[in-house]
């Protein structure tokens, strides 16, 4: 079916302001065929049916928009944590500013490394997740990254690795548009946890596949604050195992556009999927979680759990689904998005969706809107508790449900502070 | 130390006068009962005294050791020493018994230029108190009030009383949904707390309360005003004749 006119244009304007980057046999073959599927998607355009709620303009045009520079005297997330420290500045490996890689105790390595070689593990991998997440919804910006990604790094791990992966996103300059492109596999029985924080660029577009193989286990947490004026794109593609464990959570404060994607297959029986984020959204905010996660094996669990806290005019979304496929009998799939607004000028937009062709399956779904109970403020307020404080109380334990998602203690905790930090310097 | 002159209140949304005139000393450990029909005005005396929104006041004044209450925010009450035993409390989900706990006691102490409490003596202190109104260590760490017994939940309000030590306690209508055992355990709770620099303010349907926290002076409140008052034999005779002989004997 032909594009129309608007969305080609938009389309071939945006691809003739960038080159594809060089590499070995495999990798080009991968970058050329994700170029053909932005060809013949488009780019997302603000009338497409997936877009409704978030506008893909910023995203799409050719030049990134400014992004300023912030900082406060807070501490960087996971600053006080034993882990491999992988740092991109604007979208670069830095290699000074990062751990050794060959140390790490797992294999490691930077995607051009990867894909100058004529065999590598990574080529079953890259663009191969996403280009299945394309059905049945297409997500072209997850293709464009398949096909334009500079950088990035594949990892693989046999074992239970020692330490975190802690991929740390620095942002030196105003206008960079940076775009990377990681490859994750969890061998049978293999356990990783992966960290993630830092505002990247003024416009990030990134993808993350991930393999988690049966028995494996994948932990992901994730931070994305700091810079207000910083616009993200970001997916993730996940395949589950048999008996294999995924878990994501993330926490996102400030941003004037964020679209988070996760896209899961649970393809054995017996998986668990659990994707969290909680998100605080002052002002011009606008952060969209999408998810899709698709039950193809016996005996699955799925959850979602997504909580937005809004103010001053700030704007969530949510679109989440569950999709059971003919077999996936026993899926046990709960889905609940629910949104604090402080004010009468936030927005919270959701769409839940569940779609089912097996008759043996639990699926719950529940979306909610509201503001801050009167009752349990004035109950906390009359034993004496400011109002301020009060309400930061009310707002956390609202956060509590995704971020109690999080199974790792010390990693909660980590999470708990920063958001009542991100509180404490927001006044209501 | 807490005087409530001539109070006038109405419900802010609606022009429905339910405090019509209230006047009350209530001093230094002496212990007051209110008791009253439904609807005489007890719980909203409690709630406007303790600053719940939602109330207009018309007219008089209401002070606690001659600051004006009326002029606080809740928190400002709470730090001047004043403490409302609710009579429905609030299931707060997400936010642990301990931490909220910990957080009002060190915010009143905060608010009166005290040192705060460290969490070592915190606990001890807690744990001691507890243990008194027979709370375990699994009701501590459960969301406030969430999935508490009726009773359990105001062997809570009475922990927290304990904790924060106020000056002045209202204690609307603590004894309703509670069964024998648990109306003795608040009762001592309440008991023990009992000295002479802290006043009660005991609001009651029912005079079985009074017979566990003894009053030294009992009030008959109707139609948003005091009408009569005495000893806690007058609670007794409420028992035996119910509130029509007294409200007819006054009207």
């Known amino acids: 079916m032909a594009l129309p006119q608007a969305k080609l244009d938009a389309t071939e304007t945006r691809l003739a302001a960038m080159a594809l980057p060089s590499g070995g046999a495999w990798i080009t073959a991968a970058r050329d065929a994700a170029l053909a599927r932005v060809r013949e998607m488009g780019l997302p355009g603000r009338r497409d049916e997936y877009w409704k709620f978030t506008r893909p303009d910023t995203l799409v045009e050719p030049q990134a928009p400014k992004a300023a520079l912030f900082s406060h005297d807070e501490g960087m997330p996971f600053d006080d944590m034993d882990r491999v420290r992988v740092v991109f500045v604007d979208g670069v490996f830095d290699a000074a500013a990062s751990d050794d890689l060959t140390a790490a105790g797992i294999e490691i390595e930077r995607l051009e490394t990867a894909a100058a070689q004529d065999i590598h593990w990574a080529r079953d991998l890259y663009g191969v997740l996403e280009e299945k997440g394309q059905y049945p919804v297409m997500r072209p910006l997850a293709a464009l990254n398949t096909a334009y990604a500079t950088d990035g790094v594949v990892i693989r791990v046999t074992g239970k690795a020692e330490k975190p992966v802690s991929l740390i996103y620095r942002h030196a300059s105003e206008t960079s548009d940076a775009i990377l492109h990681h490859v994750i596999k969890l061998e049978e029985g293999a356990e990783l946890t992966v960290l993630e924080n830092g505002p990247a660029a003024a416009r990030f577009n990134k993808v993350m596949e991930v393999e988690v193989a049966d028995n494996a286990k994948f932990h992901h947490v994730r931070t994305q604050g700091r810079d207000h004026e910083r616009r993200a794109a970001t997916h993730i593609f996940a395949r589950l195992g048999t008996e294999s464990v995924f878990k994501s959570f993330t926490m996102t404060v400030n941003g004037v556009l964020t679209r988070n994607e996760c896209v899961i297959e649970l393809t054995g029986d017996d998986a668990v999927a659990h994707v969290a984020g909680a998100a605080l959204g002052d002002g011009d905010f606008h952060h969209d979680d999408t998810v899709f996660i698709t039950h193809d094996a016996v005996n699955c669990e799925s959850r979602q759990v997504f909580k937005k806290v809004l103010r001053n005019g700030a704007t969530g979304v949510f679109q989440g689904k569950i999709l059971v496929q003919p077999g996936a009998q026993k899926t046990d799939g709960y889905q609940i998005s629910q949104s604090l607004l402080l004010d009468d000028d936030s927005n919270f937009l959701a769409k839940p969706e569940l779609e089912i062709y097996a008759d043996d399956v639990a699926c719950s779904h529940g979306s909610t809107t509201g503001a801050i109970d009167e009752d349990m403020l004035f109950y906390l307020r009359a034993r004496g508790v400011p109002l301020k404080k009060a309400q930061d109380l009310l707002v956390l334990a609202f956060l509590a449900e995704a971020v109690e998602e999080i199974e790792d203690e010390p990693l909660r905790d980590h999470i708990t502070i920063r958001l009542q930090g991100w509180l404490e310097r927001h006044s209501h | ?251």
């Open chain 2, 1 to 251: 130390m807490l005087e409530i002159k001539n109070l006038h209140v109405q419900l802010e949304e609606e022009d429905k006068k339910i405090l019509k005139g209230v006047d009350l000393v209530v001093e230094p450990g002496k212990v007051h009962a209110i008791m009253g029909p439904n609807g005489s005005g007890k719980s909203t005396l409690s709630y406007v005294l303790s600053g719940r929104d939602g109330y207009e006041v018309t007219d008089g004044t209401a002070t606690l050791d001659g600051e004006d209450l009326l002029e606080m925010e809740p928190e400002e009450r709470a730090a001047a020493g004043l403490f409302l035993a609710f009579q429905y409390p609030v299931e707060i989900p997400g936010v642990g018994n301990m931490t909220f706990l910990r957080t009002a006691v060190n915010a009143q102490r905060k608010a009166r230029g005290q040192e705060e409490m460290s969490s070592t003596e915190f606990l001890k202190v807690i744990r001691e108190k507890a243990k008194e109104l027979k709370i375990d260590a699994e009701m501590l760490k459960r969301p406030v009030n969430v999935g508490f017994s009726g009773g359990e939940k105001k062997r809570n309000e009475i922990l927290q009383m304990a904790m924060l030590e106020p000056r002045m306690c209202i204690l609307d209508e603590t004894d309703s949904g509670l069964d024998v055992d648990a109306m003795k355990l608040v009762s001592d709770g309440v008991n023990a707390l009992r000295d002479a620099g802290r006043g009660f303010l005991v609001i009651t349907h029912y005079q079985r309360l009074l017979n566990h926290i003894k009053p030294d002076v009992v009030h008959i409140m109707s139609d948003g005003r005091i009408v009569k008052t005495g000893g806690p034999e007058l609670a007794l005779e409420v028992e035996e004749n119910g509130y029509a002989d007294i409200l007819g004997e006054v009207a």
